[in-house]
């Protein structure tokens, strides 16, 4: 369940659900991205463990891919944001911050930066 980051413990659901009520008022939410025959084959992997822990959202049918991040954000929204901050470089970022500033991702990496830790 390498998608989910260490410990493979998926978000709460609420905030899965307030993350995917973003994406889907977002433009770069897009339909019609045709990945690669592998990158397919893990979309279908993730998606079944998905499944299995029976992990969605209301409006997943209108999840489609981030043409920002190329991500599938029927599973990105159930994605801790440590592991997806260990795994997007910082131009990413950076696009994210300066096309889409109202991102569920903008917006949780500046509460983490805010937030002591401990």
């Known amino acids: 369940m390498r998608w989910l980051g ?8 609420e905030l899965a659900q307030a993350r995917a009520n973003v994406c889907l008022e977002c433009p770069f939410n897009q339909d019609g991205f045709k990945p690669i025959e592998r990158i397919a084959e893990v979309i279908r992997e993730q998606t079944e463990e998905k499944n299995n822990l029976k992990l969605s959202v209301n409006g997943e049918e209108k999840l489609h891919t981030c043409s920002q991040c190329w991500c599938h ?37 500046e509460n983490k930066k805010q937030t002591p830790q401990t």
């Open 6 to 13: 260490e410990g493979a413990k998926p978000v709460a659901p």
């Open 73 to 109: 954000l029927p599973l990105k929204v159930h994605v801790p944001i440590d592991h997806i901050l260990s795994g997007t470089p910082g131009p990413m970022f950076d696009k994210f911050k300066r096309e889409q500033p109202k991102c569920w991702i903008v917006k949780e990496m």
